[in-house]
């Protein structure tokens, strides 16, 4: 072959013809086919199909409404969140608690408790919707709050018309309820999906219709109803952001321009866009989240995202710190007051506080975070954030509670568990669930399984990883072991603050009340609590000194020459007998029926009727003969019917039960369940 007829075809080795360039036709048809394929999208999907199965509900609609979209600047924007979150097992303890809070009180417009709605309702049952959902594997739970929600009069118009969308989009109906808040700046809306399809298999919703699909519908209504930003609007917004301590829009923008190029730069077309984008980046640098790398262009530091969250949260705290100071007209300043949240500051040390709650609440942009503001001892005003998942008793105002700060262990890294999950998904291409679990480890038991599972969850559910999979499997990845270390730090230190509720009367209650209280074990303490001469330290102070002289007056406590008091060697029996035989004359006169008091070793054989609470002591309420008996109350009585009881002078013997529950309606104290 001579030079003049050798022709270079530049090609992967081995490639021997051309191919025929594709028609507009099969580029079309091509793209769609990666959208989840051709269909008419005003019909729903098909239920059994290999993609259903492997994305999710919803991936191609996810895919063609973002493909090639450019958010232009005078879109309306929506804040949307969903997630899912696991029902059986003791998920179905947290769903309740969910429905509780959407419906908590002071969110409604006119401050009082929130309601829920669904498709068809204006009033909703949160019961009958948890009692459909008991059965269920999963739930979905989504927040939807436009930037411009105060424009609208009533956002349940806009909230059907985005579920009658998702149910067109996903292909099926859904049960879902829903609560608007109006307690926040920015008003939003709390949905539940249950996850089950109308035909009662399970539902899966793909990941991308979640994080994008459901916002770009969202956001595709609210500018039908309002219309495009106004230049006025924009350019207040703009000018706003710029100097903002927290994550904004401008900073998303970078954030998607350094991830394709690692560098941005603060040109723009618009000329006073760039003036924007110019004054947020020095504002980045002057935090220390920015770097000017040269000729126009800048690299954002790693931490950006954290950072921002950081600052933004901590100036919401400022915000409720402030408030409550106001509303307590305590002369405090707000960087005097003590911020113990563990996301905010991991370091603080070990110590316990004892204080009096003035203002409990949940933060809006977490489902499962609250916080209390306390009047503590040391006459500091100390804001502790806290997880709302766990707690036995609702904090409310004037409660007592004592705050226990442990240092974290964080040295323990991953768990045995972990290493076990890495190592089975890694011979299973990636994938964990059960099956594989017991294929991998034929002798392990169902609770062993289980608890590897449970850990995953946890871990899905703080983190966002590892990624679920269709049928309750994860997908691990080569990172997973990094995932869990991280994941169990944050546990640890979360893990360092509990609260304990001291007791749920107040102090002016206890210094009187015939019963133990949390101020008799205080003075029965060797070592006395630091108390401060301000505030919730005096009148701690103050009530402690009133409860020994209650004491005293009642033959408890003894005074002596010298001035000292000396407190009874059964001081707590005493006081225990004396709130037993106040209760029982209480309950005698409500309920009409004579009252005996069980000895010790007496066999009883009755029926439960409910558990009275007073203070410190809880009673069980036993039915005899058209007698009533009272018994301390033991876990494992609550919703019990016959019952053999063999009450002890410590703890009660329950030889058998069966489910049932009544509510005698007593008043005041008398709390029956």
Known sequence: MDKETFEPRPGRPGKTQDKLPKSFRSLVIQSSARAGGIRDFDKPQPTSSKSLAKKGRGQGIATTLTFGKVR?????????????????????????????YIKRDGV??????GHLYSAELDLASGQEFIERSKHDIRQFRLMIAPEDSDLFDD??????KLMAQMETDLGTQLDWVASDHFNTGHFHTHIVIRGVEDTGDELYIAKDYMSQGVRARAEDLVMRDLG???????????????????????????????????????????????????????????????????????????????????????????????????????????????????????GFGTKTLCGKVLEYGFCEDSYGEAYLVIDASDGRVHYVGLKKEGLELTPKPDLLVEISFAPPDISAGVSSLDVTIFGIAK????????????????????????????????????????????????????????????????????AGLTLKVCSPLTLETQVHHAGITWLDRQLLIADTLELSGSRFGRALGEALAQR??????????????????????????????????DVASTLEKEVGLPLNIAQPGERLEGRQLGRIKVAEETFSVIERAHSLYLVPWQEGMLNTRDLEISPGPNRSHIERSRSRELDLGLSYDLDFD
């Open 72 to 100: 232009q600047v005078f879109d309306r924007r929506v804040v949307t969140r969903m997630k899912y979150c696991p029902v059986s097992g003791k998920g179905l303890k947290a769903a309740h608690g969910h429905i509780g």
């Open 548 to 581: 020994l002289e209650w004491q005293v007056e009642r033959g408890l406590a003894e005074r002596l020459l010298d001035g000292r008091t000396l407190i009874g060697p059964r001081l707590l029996t005493h006081l225990k007998n004396m709130e037993y035989m």
């Open 108 to 113: 409604a417009r006119d401050g009082s408790s």
């Open 228 to 346: 495009p930003k106004s230049v006025f609007d924009i350019t207040e917004r703009a000018r706003a952001e710029y100097r903002a301590l927290g994550l904004t829009s401008l900073d998303r923008e970078f954030l998607d321009e350094a991830s394709e190029s690692g560098h941005i730069r603060a040109y723009h077309p618009e000329l006073a866009k760039q003036a924007l984008r110019a004054a947020r980046l020095q504002k980045l640098r002057s935090l220390g989240l920015a770097e000017d790398a040269g000729r126009g262009q800048w690299s954002l530091s790693s931490e950006l995202t954290s950072t921002l969250t950081t600052l933004s949260k901590r100036r919401d705290v400022h915000s409720i710190l402030q408030a409550a100071l106001e509303h307590h007209d305590l002369p405090v300043a707000v960087r005097d007051c003590p911020i113990l949240d563990p996301s905010l500051s991991p």
């Open 427 to 494: 011979s299973n291409d990636g994938r964990y669930d059960a099956k594989s679990h017991l294929a991998f480890c034929p002798g392990e038991s169902e609770d062993c399984v289980n608890r590897h599972l449970e850990r995953l969850f946890d871990m899905h559910k703080t983190m966002g990883k590892p990624d679920l999979l269709p049928h309750s499997g994860f997908h691990i990845g080569e990172t997973f072991l990094d995932i869990a270390s991280t994941y169990e730090s944050k546990v640890a230190i979360e």
């Open 155 to 160: 956002l349940k118009p806009l909230i059907r």
